[in-house]
């Protein structure tokens, strides 16, 4: 990426499992990703970071949000055209089947003490969660509240 960091790579393994390829060696944990690349922690580095941590926790079932106005613009786009005489059916997910975020508590990825925050989007739903990851520990991912 620059001069303090190695060269960062997410990617699958050959089994599926998600993988980060930190300089030439690959890990499936957030915490050896930390180890082979400390720099990760800096708050200057906290995109690649998160970038980092969420793809190891869930591949490509999250997406990082980095810019939560275009999040918002978009979450309501897909909620105000939404077909509310459609019948629910197995598979078929609605926004308003979940309600609506406060938006103002999603921020860009952050540095909060020495806890990494960021927001991402379950990719099937479409709803927001807030994921925490202290250190030494694995990253909590808990959906936003959500109101009609």
Do not use: C
């Amino acid at each position: 990426m620059t001069d303090d960091l190695p060269p960062i790579e997410v990617d699958f393994a050959s089994n599926g499992a998600p993988v980060v390829i930190i300089g030439q060696v690959e890990t499936f944990d957030p915490l050896e990703a930390i180890r082979l690349a400390p720099a990760l922690v800096d708050p200057k580095w906290v995109r690649a970071y998160a970038q980092v941590v969420n793809h190891l926790a869930h591949g490509s079932d999250f997406d990082l949000i980095m810019d939560p106005a275009a999040f918002h613009t978009k979450y309501m786009a897909t909620y105000d055209t939404e077909d509310l005489g459609e019948e629910v059916a197995p598979g078929a997910v609605r926004l308003h089947n979940f309600g609506i975020p406060d938006f103002t508590e999603i921020t860009p990825p952050a540095m909060v003490g020495t806890n990494l925050v960021f927001f991402a989007e379950n990719v099937f739903m479409g709803i927001p969660y807030k994921v925490v990851m202290a250190p030494g520990a694995q990253p909590q991912y808990v959906p936003l509240g959500l109101k009609e």
